[in-house]
């Protein structure tokens, strides 16, 4: 059973401006867990704290009570905050109702309304929420509309009033003019200021209710929590992402227009398009306050894209777009050959054209190619690609020396260090110099040696000829690595090996090499 407990102010003037004196509680510093019901059938009990809607009310149908879940989840998605629905009967009802009533009118501008008790104590003169707080009373529209239309705007609002937001124009603490509108606040009267010719509606709490909620009750840190990817709708939705871990992703391929997308935290980008207004949307995807995305996705237009801190992978696909990719080590991608690009150093950053576009880049760290990686920081176009030839000699190796398939894993690790520098040699003497491999060959003796090499890399002993040879060479002061490398390398183990070597891919998304 939850309870109503007052409120301190925050610091934060737009979450300020959102409170209101009370929330609800379950227990101290636990998930907030609230019960809703839809009234229905004529015992249905208004027990306390009502006024004249309890006159003339009726039940919500089963396509608004579709609806009102949808705009509750829309709450508990990003604060740490549940609701539970029960049958409303007489011996027991939700925290929260929902009702239609004849006394909820039209206001000024005929535009339909609805009101909700907030969680007062004052409806009981006591500690304990009265029946009505929590309770939303809806006018005699209809609430089953789709998301993106003003009516289930009303729900989002609704329901931020009780469970304790206030309207930000009203109250000590205010926004400022410049911040009150549906592009900040789903609490504001005013509409985002870019949907006022097309009506457009926000489908979620925007970024300072986000903030407020979550500052009431705490964050939802269970809801995508996974490596996601996000698409939005081509019409110009409005809504801000809440997101609370993984690397994820904002994917604009399916954009029909080009976007113009930040990353930050708190900021907004512009996607979609307005075909009744011929242009695109303006500031109408938000990122929550504290939300990471890793990595984005360009349309097939001129896009600009703006990184994060984190470190991100931006592909901006065709068009000629303009990557920026703030702090942290970041990676640009584009889907042609290395070969098939021209790379220019301007003052700014990179200038990259190829059959994509051209692409310019600021603080950017590398570019990913389809055949490998250019690291940008060394200035002197010092190319570090691994091809599928030196791949493929680091998976022989690791068959000859471990006599297993590489994991993902390890051979990705020795990729990375041959692009980092180092020889192929010294990846072998690190495979001679392992347990795992002296655990499979004698390294007592030359002979043993080679003898082990030949059963265990070619499957067979060793020929008159070839062991003079690399005995000789063992005599000549080369290595058990080099010789190693000798028999991995050979022609012999080549044709063994190579239906393995034929699934080997480099997988450009995530810069693996896989075999598959
Ligand atoms: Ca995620
Ligand atoms: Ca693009
Ligand atoms: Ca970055």
Redesign the pocket.
Known sequence: MSSIIGVFSSGDASVAALLDDYRWITSIGGTTQLSYSFPSGSDTLWASGYGDEVASWSALVVGEQTQVRSALSAWSAVANITFEEVVDQSSNVGDLRFSHSDAVGADDNGVTVGFAYLPWPKYTSGAEAAESAGDVWLNDSDYSAAQGGNNYRILIHEIGHAIGLSHPHDGAALLEAAYDSAQYSIMSYNRHPDSVFDGRQATTPMLYDIAAVQYLYGANNSY?????SYQFATNGEILTVW??????TFDFSNQSHAVDVSLLAGEFSSVGYLDGEARGAINNIAIAFDVVIENAIGSDYADTIVGNSADNVIAGGLGDDQLFGEGGSDIAVVDVAYEAAQIVFTDQGVEISSSQGVDSLQSIEAVRFSDGILNLLSGDLSVRLADEALVGRVASLYQAALDREPDSGGLNYWVDSYTNGFELMTISQNFVDSSEFSTRFSIDSNAEYLDTLYQNVLGRSGDDGGVAFWLGALENGHSYAEVLLGFSDSLENQQQIAPLLETLNYRASDDLWILS
Do not use: E, Y
């Not at 995508?224 to 996601?228: C, Y």
């Open positions: 995508k929590t996974a490596d996601d997101d609370a871990a993984g690397s994820d």
